[in-house]
């Protein structure tokens, strides 16, 4: 079965610093891997995601993750956080048949002045 | 577009009361969704379909139903609500295709609290 672990519930940067957010996954197949936000009081937006092309993925707002089969990881980035990337990040693997997702449990990321 | 929407955006019930969350997409999907989403678990999957008049159990699915009647609307019910289903339900749909890995799109959720 698939799942997937996410390291750090609350994750706190300044503005204009490194976005860091870790995705792990446990995958008996090649995984399809997401990474979805959700802004308060809304519902989840896709970020980006791998399907097995590349490697190193791009998704909006300058958001990017790397998919790295020998570490299981799908960590997502973006290089000069903005106050408004605070949002709750989802990571998710997609489980075979019927295209279901499990999700993380979430990371909460809060960005100071 | 529309996009998926989700009918009612608040609901408060009594236990033991009924209700349905009705969900609606304009994107001509196959594949729609219900999830749950509680704090500190993210989101969980209750009740799936891959077509018209088709569902599934997913992780979740005790003290729920569905029916997929109309390709663009998934119903979910509750027969006799616990305050245990306090919660936010998100539905979400995709297309359908021979692999994983097409997008979910959500709708806004319908928050619900049990008392």
């Known amino acids: 079965a698939q799942s997937v672990t996410q390291l750090g519930s609350h994750v706190s940067v300044s503005e204009g610093a490194l976005v860091l957010l870790r995705c792990n996954y446990s995958?008996?197949?090649?995984?399809?891997l997401f990474w979805y936000v959700q802004y308060p009081n809304q519902g989840l937006q896709l970020l980006l995601k791998?399907?097995?092309?590349?490697?190193l993925v791009k998704g909006i707002n300058g958001f990017e993750a790397e998919f790295k089969k020998s570490e299981t990881s799908f960590h997502l980035t973006k290089p000069s956080a903005h106050m408004s990337d605070a949002a709750e990040y989802f990571c998710?693997?997609?489980?075979?048949?019927?295209?279901?997702?499990?999700f993380g449990t979430g990371t909460q990321l809060k960005v100071e002045l | 577009n529309a996009g998926v929407t989700q009918t009612p955006k608040f609901r408060v019930l009594k236990t033991g009361q009924s209700m349905t969350l009705l969900c609606a997409q304009d994107?001509?999907?196959?594949?729609m969704y219900w999830y749950r989403q509680d704090p500190g678990m993210g989101l969980r999957l209750i009740h799936y379909?891959?077509?018209?008049?088709?569902?599934a159990k997913g992780e979740v699915p005790d003290g729920y139903n569905v029916s997929r009647l109309k390709k663009q609307n998934f119903l979910l019910g509750l027969e006799s609500a616990a305050p245990s289903q306090t919660s936010v339900y998100f539905c979400?749909?995709?297309?359908?295709?021979?692999?994983?890995?097409?997008?979910?799109?959500f709708g806004p959720g319908t928050r619900l609290l049990v008392l």
């Open positions: 979400a749909s995709s297309y359908r295709s021979g692999r994983s890995g097409e997008t979910q799109y």
């Open positions: 995958s008996s197949v090649p995984p399809y």
């Open positions: 791998y399907t097995s092309a590349a490697t």
């Open positions: 998710a693997v997609s489980t075979g048949g019927g295209n279901k997702l499990t």
């Open positions: 994107m001509n999907h196959e594949y």
């Open positions: 379909s891959v077509g018209e008049g088709t569902t």
